[in-house]
């Protein structure tokens, strides 16, 4: 099994991502996103879990509306389509098994 751990940091005004570990099957990485910011659904590329550290999202699954609060754990399956819009400054940990090529 080949492990590595990678830490490269994508920012733009509203959001900034920080990919903390990564191999040929998982990645987990932390998202910092602005009051206000919005990601409009897309179809999700793998199997995800997301922990809200800090701040309240509002999740769209498949149309359906969800408060996320600070401590909150929340799941979706490859191909749902997700969107969120940050309620607050808010910081999350998404980890991701990646989909076999």
Do not use: C, W
């Not at 990601?39 to 509002?58: D, E, F, H, R, V």
């Amino acid at each position: 099994m080949l492990v590595k751990k990678i830490s490269a940091t994508i920012e733009t005004s509203k959001i900034q991502k920080e990919q903390v570990y990564s191999n040929s099957q998982f990645e987990s990485l932390i998202v910092s996103v602005e009051k206000g910011m919005e990601i409009p659904p897309q179809p999700a590329p793998a199997n995800a879990g997301l922990y809200l550290i800090k701040g309240k999202l509002t999740f769209d699954i498949e149309g359906t509306i969800y408060a996320i609060e600070e401590d909150d754990f929340f799941s979706f399956e490859k191909g749902q389509m997700h969107g969120l819009k940050a309620e607050e400054d808010s910081k999350f940990l998404i980890s991701r098994i990646l989909p076999e090529e």
